[in-house]
């Protein structure tokens, strides 16, 4: 997951920082009440808090309502993009930037491969560009390959249409971005009630400076760094006290490093991020990592600060940002949201 906020980490004043914060929680998956009881094609109610990668979804999720005034150029996109249960029939691309855009021609992950299942059926959020679809089979295999790991449980990717969704990430707009559990696929198919409840597992300690070594094996950093490999991918985000762990125990080639950005939240779960993929001519990059392995104290610091790790409310607290409209997003999401 990631927002406008990822474009500069470093942060600056204790209100900033809170507020930044506050995204970065609310970019996280969150609890969804609703999507679909048939193939996740049903648009439902989600609940309007936010929520974390492990809480639960509903195989019985409530249809959302009709909107009064679709057309109300106030209406926040995310009303509109949260309502389409099918991808655009368009020419394939991904429009805007991860936190501001859309996708058009998206394709449907599997929900069962042959090393991979798909977790929350309910959000219908197993959506994206094909070569991101493309990426995320070819590293399932890759994973029992080179780490053993049974096989990826997938989280949120994008919505149908991409766009902002109702609940959870900034970002995951543009077909780009998937989450992956930190848990190991179990070695049977889950039942839909299981992909709904089932709890992804927590990497990081109580105080949040190292990794639970109990819950941390020596498979999960090759896992991470087959992902990080691959050259399509652009970033990948976890937690920081993931990110000082595979400092720590990387061996041999560590330039793969560079890629792997500490993250609020990220602690259930790793974010995958591919490059705009060619032919996407509308799609905004983000500007390459830099060299650094970013695994220097100095780079650490700032994550493991008492003002991070204990974040106290601003005294006078943000203005909540107004929420994204249609006009906002590129031109094109528009022809994206009205295409058949
Ligand atoms: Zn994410």
Redesign the pocket.
């Known amino acids: 997951?990631?927002n406008g906020g990822l474009r500069n980490a470093a942060v600056s004043s204790p209100v900033r920082r809170y507020a930044i914060m506050r995204v970065m929680m609310l970019?996280?998956?969150i609890l969804a009440t609703a999507l679909t009881t048939t193939l996740a094609l049903a648009a439902v109610t989600l609940a309007a808090h936010p929520a974390r990668a492990q809480d639960k979804g509903s195989v019985n999720p409530k249809p959302l309502p009709p909107l009064a005034n679709p057309n109300d150029p106030h209406l926040a996109a995310k009303e509109l993009f949260g309502r389409k249960p099918l991808p655009a029939s368009l020419a394939v691309r991904s429009i805007g930037f991860y936190a501001k855009g859309c996708i058009a021609g998206a394709v449907a992950l599997p929900i069962n491969g042959s090393a991979w299942q798909v977790m929350r059926l309910s959000r219908n959020r197993n959506w994206g560009h094909p070569d991101l679809i493309a990426l995320l089979e070819r590293l399932a295999v890759k994973a029992q390959k080179v780490a053993g790991w049974p096989g990826l449980l997938v989280?949120?990717m994008s919505q149908p249409r991409g766009g902002p969704m109702l609940t959870g990430?900034a970002?995951?707009q543009v077909g780009l971005?998937?989450?992956i559990w930190l848990t190991p696929m179990p070695n049977r198919q889950l039942s839909r009630e299981e992909r709904e409840e089932t709890s992804a597992v927590m990497m990081v300690r109580k105080d949040r400076l190292d990794i639970d070594l109990q819950s941390w094996t020596p498979s999960h950093l090759p896992v991470i760094r087959a992902a990080a490999q691959e050259p399509q991918v652009e970033r990948i985000?976890v937690n920081a006290a993931i990110k000082k762990a595979l400092c720590r125990e990387a061996k041999g080639d560590r330039n793969w490093l560079s890629k792997v950005r500490p993250m609020y939240?990220?602690d259930y779960?790793f974010?995958v991020r591919m490059k705009c993929p060619p032919g996407s001519t509308n799609c905004e990059a983000q500007p390459p990592p830099t060299e650094s392995e970013g695994c220097s104290a100095g780079d650490l610091a700032y994550w493991f600060s008492d003002a991070v790790l204990h974040p106290k409310p601003p005294v006078t607290p943000p203005k909540p940002k107004p929420p994204i409209t249609l006009a906002d997003l590129p031109a094109e999401c528009r022809q994206v949201l009205l295409a058949p």
């Open positions: 997951m990631a970019c996280r998956p989280g949120d990430h970002s995951h971005d998937a989450d985000f939240g990220h779960h974010h």
